[in-house]
């Protein structure tokens, strides 16, 4: 768990592919924060572009808007990352044909003051944890979901990347804009937020993952949200939990599972700042996360 004066955040991410295709990081600012999780395909090239250009790009986007934050800037940021993927694609296409089906989903959180904006593309999706009102129990609100699919727009293409389909003419279809939400947190009511890859959806409900991170210890609640998914992927498997362990540390196995990427942060508020980044930038290591669920 790591404590800021404007939130505090828990990660884990977990292995399916060899090398994991997910790609993720969290940035501090002054009463600010911003969450990317990139879900590649096809290789990891995609994702790891979007994790090494897209905050730049946004922060740059930023401060010739005058240090504000919208969903239109980060549409604009995502689709200037993706124009400058799409070059490097051209450029890399000689020594490495594969990369024009390389793609990845994206999804980005920004917590700009008491706004919380999130933009999504492709299958992962954001919970926010909000309590009703008259009650203790906190709901979940989905704030991002997998895009409804277009029959004329092919899977691939509601992704970043994959320039093979999006541009067949070199290596005709148009992609998906990314889907925004703007959300003005309300201190007695917007407790925590859920950001994660679809491999933690498949085996988790919204209300079942808001329980958990509700119920349990803030240290490391990102882990125990994909030990609760692990189990019940053991469950349809027909083995154990134990057993479920032996078998990923012997061999990665997609069929069980897809790469997992969990972010949760906790807000904080009453913080008088203007809003700016970057204060610290945190990279989240690709390692197992069932080593060691309970941290």
């Known amino acids: 768990m790591v404590s800021y004066s404007n939130c505090e955040f828990s990660t884990a991410v977990l292995e399916a592919n060899a090398p994991i295709e997910d790609y993720s990081h969290v940035v501090i600012g002054k009463n600010a924060t911003f969450v990317g999780i990139y879900d590649g395909h096809c290789g990891t090239e995609a994702a790891n572009y979007l994790k090494k250009f897209l905050f730049n790009n946004l922060l740059r986007i930023s401060g010739e808007k005058g240090w504000t934050m919208s969903g239109d800037m980060i549409k604009q940021a995502i689709s200037e990352t993706e124009e ?12 490495n044909r594969r990369i024009v089906n390389v793609g990845s989903c994206c999804m980005v959180g920004i917590i700009w003051d008491e706004t919380l904006y999130v933009a999504n593309l492709g299958n992962s999706k954001t919970i926010l944890g909000n309590i009703e009102t008259r009650s203790t129990s906190i709901r979940p609100l989905k704030l991002a979901y997998d895009q409804p699919r277009n029959p004329k727009i092919r899977h691939a293409c509601r992704c970043m990347g994959n320039a093979s389909v999006k541009y067949p003419e070199e290596f005709d279809l148009d992609s998906d804009n990314p889907k925004t939400v703007e959300i003005n947190l309300v201190p007695t009511e917007d407790k925590f937020v859920i950001f994660a890859s679809h491999g933690l959806w498949e085996f988790l409900s919204n209300e079942e993952a808001v329980k958990i991170v509700q119920n349990k ?42 790469d997992i990427t969990v972010i949760v942060v906790f807000f904080k508020y009453n913080n008088a700042e203007p809003p700016s980044f970057p204060l610290a930038s945190f990279e989240i290591p690709n390692n197992p996360a069932l080593a060691n669920p309970a941290q």
């Not at 400058?84 to 020594?95: A, M, T, Y």
């Open 84 to 95: 400058g993927f799409i070059d490097f694609v051209r450029q890399s296409l000689k020594e």
């Open 217 to 258: 210890p803030r240290r490391g609640i990102a882990k125990r949200l994909i030990k609760s998914a692990m189990k019940v992927a053991a469950k349809r498997k027909n083995v154990t939990y134990k057993e479920l362990k032996r078998m990923y540390f012997d061999s990665s196995d997609r069929k069980i599972h897809n």
